[in-house]
């Protein structure tokens, strides 16, 4: 299936310890994106690669740092998880000068206890 | 279910009705709008999108006006089932670098059999 893939789809974790979410598309586009959604269903850009640079970098803590080996893997790395940092996290994917809108995974959700 | 204790704006719709959503932009640079649907537990899912130079654009079953003097958008649906279920959110491209879409707060749309 086409598709946009997130594992895990569920993380709960303790504070402090470091965790990895990874987001996969072969979609066979080039932009890729972590979203965060809060528990007022708020989402917000976190980062966003565009053929492995990183092209968006909004105001979030360097406990978290993305990774791209490749344009069809973003992975996000987060370092002494805090109980604030629970959340879904959406990863999105896009062809870049489409202007079109982005496909999204299915979420992972993070519960920092 | 999930939306308990959301506090999101909700619209409760019978079975065979139409439904209105709307959705108050911020930025009158903004030239890309897109409608997502979120049903429990998945990603947002892409519903129908408008760039700037329309204020009208139809699918099937839905239908997104654009009013750039009020920034204002709005979704219709059309004979409203209970699969329309879900918390739908609207999506703003500012033009900026990286093609980055803001998201509104989003609207609880309940159906009711």
């Known amino acids: 299936d086409t598709a946009v893939s997130q594992t895990p789809k569920y993380l709960v974790t303790q504070m402090g310890n470091d965790k990895s979410i990874k987001c996969e598309q072969n979609?066979?586009?080039?932009?890729m994106y972590w979203y965060k959604q809060d528990s007022k269903k708020f989402l917000k850009i976190m980062f966003s690669?565009?053929?492995?640079?990183?092209?968006i970098n909004e105001t979030v803590p360097n406990r978290f740092s993305p990774k791209s080996p490749d344009k069809a893997h973003l992975n996000l790395h987060i370092n002494s998880l805090e109980l604030g940092d629970s959340a879904v996290y959406f990863c999105?994917?896009?062809?870049?000068?489409?202007?079109?809108?982005?496909?999204f995974g299915s979420g992972t959700r993070l519960t920092v206890v | 279910g999930e939306s308990v204790g959301l506090h999101l704006p909700t619209l409760s719709v019978q079975e065979g009705d139409n439904s209105i959503i709307n959705c108050a932009y911020s930025n009158s640079a903004s030239d890309y709008f897109i409608w997502y649907k979120q049903e429990s537990g998945k990603g947002p899912q892409f519903i129908i999108d408008i760039r700037s130079n329309m204020d009208k654009r139809q699918g099937q079953r839905v239908t997104v006006l654009l009013n750039k003097t009020v920034k204002h958008l709005s979704l219709q649906i059309a004979a409203t089932q209970p699969g329309d279920s879900a918390v739908y959110f609207c999506?703003?491209?500012?033009?900026?670098?990286?093609?980055?879409?803001?998201f509104g707060a989003g609207t609880i749309l309940r159906v009711k059999s």
């Open positions: 979609l066979g586009h080039d932009t």
């Open positions: 999506a703003e491209n500012p033009g900026e670098y990286g093609n980055k879409l803001v």
């Open positions: 690669y565009n053929n492995k640079e990183l092209i």
């Open positions: 999105a994917s896009t062809a870049s000068g489409t202007g079109v809108g982005y496909t």
